[in-house]
């Protein structure tokens, strides 16, 4: 199960919502998360949630579980210059090996 | 908690060198990652330890990769004869033990082949 895949580029204004799509295949996912990594940086984990869940919500992020479609999302709210970086969306069947997808740069116009 | 540590940030080699990464995870996490990321792509799985036994490791790689963690604490990676393909970088992670689920990375060693 190792093929995740997110658009490329998202733009938003600042203030508005943001939500980052990705799409995977393997069924067998167990976990699957959300990082975000600044230029030159390494990967902070942002959010995850367990194949069982629907939606988690944290502060301004809310992520939502489509296990049927195989479609993870993140949602921003209220997105901040702050925000502006590569989203990658990954999953793991086992917890030991990861599969990451390519990543969405994220860009928040002041 | 300090974070996963990872040692140089930066590396220029020519090529047919050997290179040595370190890198210390958080403090007690019994597991350790090594990933690689080339521009433009996401982390690509190299290999993880639990503990001193490495227990996966990419079926991609070639006997020029190597990684070892004697004491279950600190791990290093080594590419022995190195090309230009292996320019890249190289990031580690840890983890408690696998029923916990989530990673994390250190900042990565980049690494340039001239």
């Known amino acids: 199960g190792e093929d995740v895949e997110q658009s490329l580029f998202l733009s938003v204004r600042e203030g508005d919502s943001s939500v980052i799509n990705c799409t995977y295949t393997?069924?067998?996912?167990?976990?699957l998360y959300w990082y975000k990594q600044e230029p030159g940086a390494g990967l902070q984990l942002l959010t995850y949630?367990?194949?069982?869940?629907d939606m988690k919500q944290d502060q301004r992020l809310t992520v939502l579980l489509n296990k049927k479609d195989k479609h993870l999302s993140l949602r921003i709210a209220d997105t901040q210059t702050g925000d502006s970086a590569i989203y990658f969306c990954?999953?793991?069947?086992?917890?030991?090996?990861?599969?990451f997808g390519t990543g969405t740069s994220l860009t928040v116009i002041p | 908690d300090t974070g996963v540590s990872q040692d140089p940030r930066h590396k220029i080699t020519k090529r047919g060198q050997n290179v040595t990464f370190r890198c210390d995870p958080i403090?007690?996490?019994?597991?350790l990652y090594w990933y690689r990321q080339t521009l433009g792509q996401g982390p690509e799985f190299l290999t993880y330890?639990?503990?001193?036994?490495?227990?996966?490791k990419s079926r991609l790689l070639s006997d020029r990769f190597s990684a070892e963690r004697p004491k279950g604490s600190f791990s290093t990676w080594e590419i022995q004869r190195t090309e230009q393909g292996d320019s890249a970088m190289y990031l580690c992670?840890?983890?408690?033990?696998?029923?916990?689920?989530?990673?994390?990375f250190g900042e990565g060693s980049w690494l340039t082949v001239v």
């Open positions: 992670a840890s983890s408690r033990d696998r029923g916990h689920g989530t990673i994390y």
């Open positions: 393997d069924s067998s996912s167990t976990y």
């Open positions: 403090s007690e996490h019994n597991r």
């Open positions: 330890f639990q503990n001193e036994a490495q227990l996966e």
């Open positions: 990954a999953e793991s069947e086992t917890g030991n090996q990861f599969y």
């Open positions: 949630i367990f194949s069982n869940m």
